[in-house]
């Protein structure tokens, strides 16, 4: 399977979003990101409420990576939001999160959400990069961020 860039997957961005709890920034984030993407915001929101329901995806360091299977879909999906503060999503290291990578890909391909899973982890475990896209005030740099970061990651 060819490489593919995670920052070329990203179809949305959300900055500073108001929610104050966990679910609710789950819906506000499924209802961005499916009517952008031309998906039902209701099944989205359902599918990504059963997979944390299954396990917090809340990774520590205030990052979580809400991800589900879609049978509609037939390549990667990627949204990158932020929320005003930080918000408890079931860590294990019981701090909060405050950026959001969420990734909805392919039923059909179950090996692209495990490998893009494993590569965004690997991104956003610059505490840096987090601060950075945290005090993002624009899309752009949000992405160009992830973007930069993954070629740093391409030449190791």
């Known amino acids: 399977m060819r490489d593919y860039s995670i920052s070329d997957s990203i179809k949305t961005v959300e900055l500073n979003i108001e929610c104050a709890e966990k679910f609710e920034c789950l819906k506000k984030m499924a209802e961005k990101i499916a009517n952008q993407n031309n998906l039902d915001p209701s099944e989205t929101f359902s599918l990504l409420k059963a997979r944390e329901k299954f396990g917090s995806t809340a990774l520590g360091g205030l990052f979580a990576l809400p991800h589900a299977k879609m049978d509609m879909l037939s390549s990667l999906i990627g949204g990158v939001f ?7 999503f079931g860590s294990l290291d019981g701090m909060p999160s405050q950026i959001f990578f969420v990734v909805l890909a392919p039923s059909s391909k179950p090996s692209i959400l495990l490998k893009a899973v494993a590569k965004i982890a690997k991104i956003f475990k610059d505490t840096q ?15 160009q961020l992830i973007k930069e970061k993954e070629e740093t990651l391409k030449k190791r």
Not at 82 to 88: A, F, G, S, W, Y
Not at 132 to 141: A, F, G, L, M
């Open 82 to 88: 932020t929320t005003k503060e930080p918000i408890d």
């Open 129 to 143: 990069l987090k601060e950075k896209i945290i005090n993002s005030k624009d899309k752009d740099e949000v992405i």
